[in-house]
């Protein structure tokens, strides 16, 4: 079955890495997403990976993707207090492209 | 801004009434979906269409949710005879709609329109 999976919390100190762990089940996905959800707004895309790359980097986020064990990554370099929310991993079905979410990862940040 | 817009961005109903909603997709995208999102969880696949076709509605749209993409632009989504599960975040992304197998179709999702049904 399809099923993707996050830790509910994460929290790091301004100025440290920020790593956000995903796994999922189908192994035929060929994207996978990281989104950003802050308060009371909507879903805004920060990047994604294709199945037959191992790491994506985009300035302070670098996506890890190890398909052998289905795990996926985002590492936020350097974190800000901007960089608090709840970020969403998310498998694409490769058949018609609708997306299976993970339940996110809040992001809590300590001065 | 020609991001993709969802209005009103909060809804208070009562019970037992209907509540329409509306989406405007990034211009150039043929597809558009509709999410339910609640508190905690991620957002759960309602419906989508390509271009003006409904081409597949999940099992929890029940029969009091209708959307609807009339000239394949702007999509409307309308709950009649509110209940209180019905309460939640209810956000709308649109993408360009490629073939299956060539390239990554991304979705880009509106600030969603919160419904309160009391």
């Known amino acids: ?111 | 801004d020609t991001g993709v817009s969802q209005n009103p961005r909060h809804k208070i109903t009562k019970r037992g009434q209907n509540v329409t909603f509306r989406c405007d997709p990034i211009s150039e995208h043929n597809r558009l979906y509709w999410y339910r999102q609640t508190l905690g969880q991620g957002p759960e696949f309602l419906t989508y269409f390509q271009n003006e076709a409904q081409l597949e509605k999940s099992r929890l749209l029940s029969d009091r949710f209708s959307a609807e993409r009339p000239k394949g632009s702007f999509s409307t989504l309308e709950i009649q005879r509110t209940e209180q599960g019905d309460s939640a975040m209810y956000l709308c992304a649109s993408s360009l709609g490629l073939v299956a197998g060539i390239g990554t179709d991304t979705q880009y999702f509106g600030p969603g329109t919160r419904l309160t049904v009391l």
């Not at chain 1, 919390?9 to 762990?21: A, K």
């Not at chain 1, 308060?39 to 191992?54: E, H, K, R, V």
């Not at chain 1, 996926?72 to 901007?82: E, K, N, V, Y």
């Open chain 1, 1 to 111: 079955g399809e099923d993707v999976e996050q830790s509910l919390f994460l929290s790091v100190r301004e100025g440290d890495s920020s790593v956000i762990n995903c796994t999922y089940t189908d192994s035929s996905s060929t994207y996978l997403y990281w989104y950003k959800q802050e308060p009371g707004a909507g879903l805004q895309l920060l990047t994604y990976i294709f199945s037959n790359m191992d790491m994506k980097q985009d300035q302070r986020l670098t996506v890890l993707l190890n398909k052998k064990d289905k795990h996926l990554s985002l590492r936020i370099a350097d974190t800000q207090t901007g960089d608090s929310a709840i970020y969403f991993c998310a498998e694409s079905v490769p058949s018609n492209y609708q997306l299976i979410w993970g339940a996110g990862t809040k992001l809590i940040i300590k001065p």
